[in-house]
Nanobody, 124 residues
Framework: QVQVVESGGGLLQAGGSRRLSCAAS????????MGWFRQAPGKELEFVAT????????SYADSVKGRFTISRDNAKSTVYLQMNSLKPEDTAVYFC?????????????????WGQGTQVTVSS
């Protein structure tokens, strides 16, 4: 059974940091690129970051570039999103997703498996 489970969200202050984790199971993790997306209230789902199958390549949305870092540990079937210098506009539900094929994927339609999301709220 495929599972993608995010954790690490919470209520944070502007300027702070938090690391989100996403634990995957039920599929061969190293065959998949991984991505983080987010959805703010009343807004569409937005791409945040993606990482290829072995962690050698990454891509970020302009809005988080230089502040967020995506990484993965294939031995643990886990992907991380380190978020620094948080802003109130980073408030959203953050989703982790897996895309078969291993290459970087920005478009959500390439993603096969999705988690339920974790809420991140940043107060000013």
């Amino acid at each position: 059974q495929v599972q993608v489970v995010e954790s690490g969200g919470g209520l944070l202050q502007a300027g702070g940091s938090r690391r989100l984790s996403c634990a995957a199971s039920g599929f061969t993790f190293s065959n998949f690129a991984m991505g983080w997306f987010r959805q703010a209230p009343g807004k569409e789902l937005e791409f945040v970051a993606t990482i290829n199958w072995n962690g050698a390549s990454t891509s970020y949305a302009d809005s988080v570039k230089g502040r967020f870092t995506i990484s993965r540990d294939n031995a643990k079937s886990t992907v991380y999103l380190q978020m620094n210098s948080l802003k109130p506009e980073d408030t959203a539900v953050y989703f982790c997703a897996a895309a078969l094929g291993g290459g970087l994927r920005v478009d959500r339609y390439f993603y096969n498996y999705w988690g339920q999301g974790t809420q991140v709220t940043v107060s000013s």
